[in-house]
């Protein structure tokens, strides 16, 4: 699976828009961008993934850019709940590295009033 | 509501002795995954199972079994070969192996 590289930590004012970098310049074809979330003690919560398209659900937007050797998770409206850590996760699915989620150290998002 | 749900919360084990975590889903998934995570760190693979009656060995699956008798059940038995069993253990499901993973609330494990 290919190797992510994202900021150690960001902040964001409450109300605005969370924009959060990931670099994965050694993703295949076959390769799926994943984003998780997890806040402290909890379990991770998967937010979006995506393999070419940009994608939009309920909690964020994802934009991979045309060569697809980075992408930009957007949280539209940040609120005070959406302080966690948030992980990047390149993978395919099968054989040997069946559905393993490999995480990295993840961006530490802070949302302030 | 769908979910997973893991069983307890915090658990206490004596030196010598088994325990066993719970993990139960009502998604409708097929496969589910265990998953340690040690302060600080990211997550490591323990043991999946893709369908009833099969798992396979994850990255770190030396002193812990399991077992999938019922595609929503997935217990993980922490066995006393387990020499630093102290850790978050996370249960996980998704719809095959691509399928976005939902995971539980978690179970924490200490050594008395």
């Not at chain 1, 993703?27 to 998780?36: A, D, K, L, R, T």
């Not at chain 2, 995570?37 to 060995?57: E, H, T």
């Amino acid at each position: 699976d290919a190797k992510t590289t994202q900021p150690p930590s960001m902040d964001c004012a409450e109300g605005r828009a969370a924009n959060l970098p990931c670099n994965h310049s050694t993703i295949s074809g076959n390769e799926y961008v994943y984003w998780y979330r997890q806040i402290h003690s909890q379990g991770p919560q998967y937010i979006i993934h995506g393999l070419k398209n940009n994608e939009t659900n309920e909690m964020a937007s994802l934009i991979i850019t045309e060569d697809r050797k980075s992408s930009t998770l957007i949280l539209p409206h940040a609120t005070l709940r959406d302080t966690a850590v948030y992980y990047c996760i390149v993978r395919v699915g099968g054989g040997t590295s069946y559905g393993k989620l490999t995480f990295g150290q993840g961006t530490i998002l802070t949302v302030h009033p | 509501d769908g979910g997973i749900t893991q069983s307890p919360k915090y658990l206490f084990r004596k030196e010598g002795q088994n325990v066993t975590l719970s993990c139960e889903q009502n998604l409708n998934h097929d496969a589910m995954y265990w998953y340690r995570q040690d302060p600080g760190q990211g997550l490591r693979l323990i043991y999946y199972s893709q369908i009833v009656n099969d798992f396979q060995k994850g990255d770190i699956a030396e002193g812990y079994s399991v077992s999938r008798e019922k595609k929503e059940s997935f217990p993980l038995t922490v066995t006393s070969a387990q020499k630093n069993p102290t850790a978050f253990y996370l249960c996980a499901s998704s719809m095959g192996g691509l399928g976005p993973q939902h995971f539980g609330d978690g179970t924490r494990l200490s050594i008395l």
